[in-house]
């Protein structure tokens, strides 16, 4: 949450609209993913890929910078640090099936892979050579 509300304060002084969140343990992102995003982010203040089961990626979302800047800076405040917390039931949100949708384009899901521990990096490995 700290280092998106700093990045929704710097650049909504730098007078930027949208912001696109990307995690820094997703190292397979997938190009046409994020081309989809952006497309389906036009007409809405939010675009946010979410799995059947209700669980939405919230590092892979494009947000409203001022307004985001606003709500995390209210969910400091409240401590209330859920990234989830960011989205406000005022926006027009468009959220992305990952199954239905970016599985299309991203059969793997390579772009939600997260990479973090020693076992992760081992079915990265593993995957690599199952190409």
């Known amino acids: 949450m700290l280092g998106l509300y ?16 990307l995690s820094c343990d997703i190292p397979l992102i997938q190009k046409e993913a994020v081309k989809l995003l952006i497309k389906e982010s036009k007409g809405f203040d939010c675009c946010i890929p979410k799995w059947n089961k209700g669980f939405l990626e919230p590092l892979f979302a494009i947000y409203p910078i001022k307004e985001a800047y606003v709500r995390a800076k209210e969910n400091f405040k409240k401590k209330a640090y859920k990234l989830t ?8 949100i468009q959220y992305v099936s990952i199954e239905k949708t970016i599985k ?15 076992k992760d990096i081992e079915k ?7 190409k």
């Not at 700093?6 to 969140?21: H, I, T, V």
């Not at 990265?124 to 199952?130: P, Y």
């Open 104 to 118: 299309l384009l991203d059969k793997k899901l390579l772009s939600f892979l997260n990479i973090n521990t020693q």
């Open 6 to 21: 700093s990045a929704f304060k710097e650049l909504n002084l730098l007078g930027y609209k949208k912001l696109f969140a």
């Open 85 to 92: 917390n960011l989205l406000d039931k005022n926006w027009k």
């Open 124 to 130: 990265l490995m593993e995957l690599s050579q199952n």
